[in-house]
T-cell receptor, first 115, second 107 residues
Framework: DTAVSQTPKYLVTQMGNDKSIKCEQNLGHDTMYWYKQDSKKFLKIMFSYNNKELIINETVPNRFSPKSPDKAHLNLHINSLELGDSAVYFC??????????????FGSGTQLSVL | DAKTTQPPSMDCAEGRAANLPCNHSTISGNEYVYWYRQIHSQGPQYIIHGLKNNETNEMASLIITEDRKSSTLILPHATLRDTAVYYCIVRVEAMRFGAGTRLTVKP
């Protein structure tokens, strides 16, 4: 069983479209995250949710809206897609966000290509 | 905005120990050091973490200096499958990844 699963794995779309990426974890973790890895391979945190509550929002454009219907799911909706949104998006979860127990488990990534 | 400094790349011979250094001179007393790696384009994988004592698990050992200003990740017997980018992270509010060290294990 995959611990952190993201869908879709690949997403190719046109500029201006709206798209969603789904993430589910079956580890019973309290905290979930979205990270973005750009073409230069820098991995940057975007959002963090703890028990469905938004904890971290890292200066991400309003076009990105995370939604956590329950603590096992954290979806990412992106409005009005731009060329610069092309990247690999990783979902992750951790048992908690307390320093000694924040071991992140990552999904396999969603490669988004905006044409 | 990472609090760590790592060499951009290193090579290691297969079967030998890989020692990956990390400087974190501004670390605070309650901040943990974490190590992750990313193999090719897969999601990053947790390796090990520690506060001030040395740690060992099935993947690696973590040696933290007494003043906590630097640490070394040790892969005792590197294999070709250990070729990856290794990230040393001092967790401040969240897990923020720097540029890491690209380790290449050579036959």
């Amino acid at each position: 069983d995959t611990a952190v699963s993201q869908t879709p794995k690949y997403l190719v779309t046109q500029m201006g479209n709206d798209k969603s990426i789904k993430c589910e974890q079956n580890l019973g973790h309290d905290t979930m995250y979205w990270y973005k890895q750009d073409s230069k391979k820098f991995l940057k945190i975007m959002f963090s949710y703890n028990n469905k509550e938004l904890i971290i929002n890292e200066t991400v454009p309003n076009r990105f809206s995370p939604k956590s219907p329950d603590k096992a799911h954290l979806n990412l909706h992106i409005n009005s897609l731009e060329l610069g949104d092309s990247a690999v998006y990783f979902c992750a979860s951790s048992p908690s966000r307390v320093g000694h127990n924040e071991k992140l488990f990552f999904g396999s990534g969603t490669q988004l290509s905006v044409l | 905005d990472a609090k760590t400094t790592q060499p951009p790349s290193m090579d290691c011979a297969e079967g030998r120990a890989a020692n990956l250094p990390c400087n974190h001179s501004t670390i605070s007393g309650n901040e943990y050091v974490y190590w992750y790696r990313q193999i090719h384009s897969q999601g990053p994988q947790y390796i090990i973490h520690g506060l001030k004592n040395n740690e060992t698990n099935e993947m690696a050992s973590l040696i933290i200096t007494e003043d906590r200003k630097s640490s070394t990740l040790i892969l005792p017997h590197a294999t070709l499958r250990d070729t990856a980018v290794y990230y040393c992270i001092v967790r401040v509010e969240a897990m923020r990844f720097g540029a890491g060290t690209r380790l290449t294990v050579k036959p």
